[in-house]
């Protein structure tokens, strides 16, 4: 019970300071929706769709996922100007739960993420994507669980390192190849057999494939199930990692 309030304490916090400069929400969402005005209109005849919402079903899901990756991965930086100006410091004088304050920070981040998938999803609608509601919301769990994930490894990372000038290149470093290996832009049906197989062992192609599978209406997909599992399974390992990092500093 405990925990539930600090949880909440400390995501009101940050919601709140989200909220007083929303311009961040719409930044963090500008990359991908210029990817769906001027990239996604190529893909009908690259992907060979039968028309331009199949090309859409296809291209959105993955470019939700790629939000859900890089969204998180950097929410390190504003953790490490935290650290700086001692909030994290202070946070040692008081009762709050060391998990809270993590699980406040990264639930804020998966609201943030859900807003933005919201504003990516209704502007794909214009472009005739039409997807069932309930499958829709099941997507967005799928992306909730990346987003916990990876903005919870991203605050274990900044207090491990405490500078942006290493945080930046580790994160890009392990971005880089994660975003080629699933498939998120063009299907990995298209890549050699090698690099399908490489593919396999990166677990965010597993979610990719889940969502698009999702988004195709195809509810009876394994990929679906495996891909939910898969999220849960890292989103927990996490956290938990996450956590204990949070613990050392703050103590």
């Known amino acids: 019970m405990k925990l539930a309030r ?12 989200l909220l007083r400069n929303p311009v961040w929400v719409f930044v963090g969402v500008f990359q991908p929706v210029m990817y769906l005005l001027l990239f996604a ?5 690259a992907l060979n769709a039968p028309t331009q919402a199949a090309a859409y079903k296809i291209f959105v899901p993955g470019l939700l996922v790629l ?9 390190g930086f504003g953790l490490i100007a935290e650290l700086r100006a001692g909030v994290i410091e202070r946070s040692r004088v008081t009762p709050v739960s060391r998990l809270a304050l993590l699980l406040g920070r990264s ?15 209704l502007l794909a609608l214009l ?14 769990l799928m992306l909730a669980l990346i987003a916990l994930m990876t903005s919870a490894v991203s605050y274990g990372v900044a207090l491990k390192v405490k500078s942006e000038d290493a945080l930046a290149p580790l994160m ?20 050699p ?6 593919a396999k062992w990166n677990p965010f192609s597993w979610a990719v494939d889940g969502t698009r599978a999702l988004f195709g209406g195809d509810l009876g997909n394994d990929k679906v199930w495996q891909g939910l599992l898969i999220t849960t399974v890292l989103a927990v390992a996490g956290v938990v990692w996450a956590a204990r990092q949070f613990a050392r500093s703050v103590r």
Do not use: E, M
Request: hydrophobic share 60%; net charge positive; charged share 10%.
């Open 127 to 140: 472009f005739d994507l039409r997807v069932f509601i309930g499958y829709l919301l099941l997507a967005y």
């Open 193 to 198: 057999g090698w690099l399908q197989g490489v």
């Open 6 to 17: 600090d949880t909440w304490l400390i995501f009101q916090r940050q919601a709140q300071l």
């Open 67 to 75: 939000l859900a990756i890089f969204g998180g991965l950097f929410q």
């Open 172 to 191: 890009n470093t392990v971005a880089q190849p994660v975003l080629l290996l699933s498939g998120i832009l063009l299907p990995l049906t298209f890549a």
């Open 41 to 45: 209109p190529l893909l009908k005849p």
């Open 107 to 121: 639930l804020r981040d998966v609201v943030s993420l859900i807003a933005q998938a919201v504003i990516i999803t």
